[in-house]
């Protein structure tokens, strides 16, 4: 791999900081891989709470609902994601909960009020990931229109330009191609907390267009699994453009955790995962997403180079790596830590099983190489 230097100053400013951990909220049936394998992961609500509140006790920051509005590959039944984070977040007492929302299907400042309502009911512990979109039969099955790849994005852009404004402004201006706001006075506005002036604003997607809107307005930016080359490039593009405007992002990686006592069972596990894909399912998946990239002029966009055995979990969790022994999956994390990455957002086969081996396992090793990293540089 390509590394990023052994000194610290080219770990750049935030390796001192823990890394932080997500994990997808399996609000979508189905789990998180596109296999017949057994998975004992239910979409359900109360199988969910009893997550979220592992989840906080097991070392995990941020979770993450995903949005979907009808069936597609593999997720036959689907929980809204907004309706679903405020409950999670109510169930719980630290986890921050992101909620996945797509501009074109909500107006933003509805979508604006929403998470200030509930921001204000959870004390500060909600976050949104704009989702520009890859399914496009959920937008015109709705009656809504499809708009190209680049033009997702910009409309993308301005919801977001147009979302922080009205968090932030008394006289909430905005005048884009797609929104437009007068002198709008939100309030209450959302809790202002010591880490974060207002609600969190992720965003999900690599292409180039991706990489420019998240360097010019998203706090944070969530990468598809990847291998540290394919992290590092997104990570010095974003930061490129962020620098370029005064900003700062910070990066996750999404990751589909495979941790066992020796490798080869982790190994076993992954095989079979994959040996079972629903082999239909998957190529219908892989030619749709394929289909949402092509308009890229540049085809770098998400998915465009998955293979077969990527696309059987649905954001190339398994390119990231994190499949082994609890000191190979820690080791792995402090490589990609040492490229800018400050959050792994994490997938499981068993969520409560695997987060909680996770939490026992495999966390307090992340914690020693990270201490004995900052002690070496
Ligand atoms: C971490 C992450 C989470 C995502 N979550 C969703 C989601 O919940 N619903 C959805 O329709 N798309 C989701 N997407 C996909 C985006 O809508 C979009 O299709 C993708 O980011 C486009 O990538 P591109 O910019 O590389 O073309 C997600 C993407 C990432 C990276």
Do not use: C
């Given at each position: 791999m390509s590394s990023a230097g052994s000194d610290r100053a080219s770990y750049g400013p935030s390796f001192h900081e823990p890394l932080?951990?997500?994990?997808?909220?399996?609000?979508?049936?189905?789990?998180?891989?596109?296999?017949?394998?057994?998975?004992?992961?239910?979409?359900?609500?109360?199988?969910?709470?009893?997550l979220a509140q592992l989840a906080e006790n097991n070392g995990f920051d941020y979770a993450l609902s995903q949005v979907r509005y009808i069936a597609s590959y593999g997720a036959a039944y689907q929980h809204e994601s907004t309706a679903f984070s405020l409950a999670l977040t109510l169930a719980t007492e630290r986890l921050k909960v992101i909620a996945a929302i797509h501009p074109g299907l909500w107006q933003p400042g509805v979508l604006a009020k929403w998470i200030a309502t509930a921001d204000q009911i959870t004390g500060g512990r909600m976050a949104i990931n704009v989702v520009s979109g890859w399914f496009k039969d959920e937008f015109t099955k709705l009656g809504e229109p499809w708009l190209e790849h680049g033009e997702r994005y910009r409309r993308s852009e301005e919801f977001i330009r147009y979302v922080r404004e009205i968090w932030t402004s008394d006289n909430a201006e905005f005048n884009g191609d797609f929104y437009n706001l007068h002198d709008f006075d939100l309030k209450p506005k959302p809790v202002i907390t010591d880490s974060r002036p207002h609600p969190e604003i992720f965003m999900g997607g690599n292409s180039t267009d991706a990489r420019g809107?998240?360097?010019?307005?998203?706090?944070?930016?969530?990468?598809?699994?990847?291998?540290?080359?394919?992290?590092?490039?997104?990570i010095r593009d974003v930061t490129d453009v962020a620098t370029v405007h005064g900003r700062i992002v910070k990066f996750g990686v999404n990751g589909f955790l495979i941790g066992r006592d020796t490798e080869a069972a982790a190994r076993d596990v992954l095989r079979e995962i994959v040996d079972k894909a629903d082999r239909e399912a998957v190529e219908g998946f892989g030619a749709a997403v394929k289909q949402a990239g092509q308009s890229t002029g540049d085809k770098k966009g998400m998915w465009q180079d998955s293979e077969f055995a990527d696309l059987?979990?649905?954001?190339?969790?398994?390119?990231?790596?994190?499949?082994?022994?609890?000191?190979?999956?820690?080791?792995?994390?402090?490589?990609?830590?040492?490229?800018g990455v400050n959050l792994f957002l994490l997938g499981f086969l068993h969520y409560h099983e695997d987060v909680e081996y996770f939490g026992r396992e495999i966390l307090p090793l992340v914690r020693e190489l990270e201490a004995a990293e900052l002690e070496r540089v």
């Open positions: 932080k951990f997500a994990y997808w909220v399996p609000n979508v049936s189905g789990g998180l891989v596109v296999s017949k394998i057994e998975q004992r992961t239910d979409w359900g609500y109360d199988y969910n709470v009893k809107m998240g360097g010019r307005v998203t706090d944070w930016y969530f990468a598809n699994g990847n291998t540290p080359e394919g992290i590092h490039e997104q059987v979990q649905y954001n190339d969790g398994f390119r990231t790596g994190l499949i082994g022994t609890p000191e190979q999956i820690a080791t792995r994390m402090i490589e990609y830590k040492k490229l």
